[in-house]
């Protein structure tokens, strides 16, 4: 008998017993009758997500300097674009960034007289959305001050009335600062070279020339005790006629011991946190670090007081 031949066949044999056993063993049971998937039926849709509440676009800053140039800031829906319109005539356009915040400066400069502002948001997916308030503005004649700006309630809504910008004298104080010897340093607007006249409580503590572009300072020699005064700007003629005149209550008070690094100011009437972030860091948004700073003093961030002592922190 041959061995090999004998032995290959039982191998053979037992290799298929094995795999016969192994494949009874993986045969997946019946289903159960009903428990088929339905290929026909469409998986459960996901419900979808709330629609995002539309926000109306809104005036917050309106500033108009000497020579017609104006910003313009504001909220909107991010990603939108912001169209301001003179009437019928576009005044400019800009986008809304991720924060919610815009911010306009038109080319060119706007010319004296009265206008309505009105302010539109185009967002992709929606109707445009009108502002709720307009801007009444009215821009002086060169020389005559400050513009005025008012935000008013459109037709049909009800709502408040606010100054944005108030109208200044020719001569003004737009600043008053303290420096580290304590002395106090003023400076402001007025006429082209003009001479001015600075008093406090009626008594002549320094005079001032106004540069080319109408911009003066004054830093005062004399200490200033703590207290309240008033301080006057008389813009003078060569023969020492008072031509325009403006005052304001000042208060003296002392700084906090512990104020961090940076300069400390004094509020003074017609200041807010925007304009104040926009002289000194470049961007009215920089409001922040002003509150931050001051936010023990500060219940409002749109409600400071003349007499207020704030420290201005360096910008980061």
């Not at 540069?211 to 020492?240: C, F, K, S």
Request: proline share 8%.
């Amino acid at each position: 008998m041959n061995l090999s031949l004998l032995f290959g066949s039982v191998g053979a044999l037992a290799l298929a017993m094995i795999a016969g056993v192994f494949l009874f063993f993986q045969t997946p049971e019946p289903t159960a009758p009903g428990a088929e998937t339905d290929i026909s039926k469409p998986a459960p849709e996901t419900p979808a997500a709330a629609p995002t509440a539309l926000v109306r676009p809104s005036f917050d800053v309106v500033r108009v300097d000497k020579d017609g140039n104006v910003v313009m800031a504001g909220r909107a829906m991010p990603g939108c674009t912001i169209i301001v319109r003179d009437g019928d005539a576009e005044v400019g356009r800009t986008g809304v960034d991720r924060s919610g915040e815009w911010v306009l400066v038109p080319e060119g400069v706007l010319s004296p007289g009265a206008r309505e502002l009105t302010l539109v948001a185009e967002c992709v997916g929606s109707e445009p959305l009108t502002a709720d308030r307009a801007v009444a503005l009215m821009v002086p004649e060169p020389g005559g001050g400050n513009a005025l700006a008012v935000a008013v309630p459109n037709a049909g809504i009800r709502g408040k009335i606010e100054v944005l910008q108030r109208p200044g004298a020719p001569a003004a104080v737009d600043r008053i600062d303290f420096d580290e010897e304590g002395r106090t340093r003023l400076s402001g607007v007025a006429a082209p070279n003009a001479t001015l006249r600075v008093y406090l409580d009626n008594k002549l503590v320094g005079i001032a020339e106004a540069d080319e572009d109408g911009n003066w300072e004054l830093t005062l020699q004399r200490e200033i005790a703590l207290g309240n005064y008033t301080l006057r700007l008389d813009q003078v003629h060569a023969d020492g006629t008072v031509i325009a005149r403006s005052e304001l209550p000042f208060a003296r008070v002392e700084p906090p011991a512990d104020a961090p690094e940076g300069k400390v100011i004094i509020i003074q009437p017609g200041e807010h946190l925007w304009g104040i972030a926009r002289k000194r860091y470049g961007s009215g948004f920089q409001f922040t670090l002003i509150y931050e700073a001051n936010k023990d003093k500060i219940r409002d961030p749109d409600l400071i007081y003349p007499g207020q002592v704030f420290v201005i922190p360096s910008a980061n």
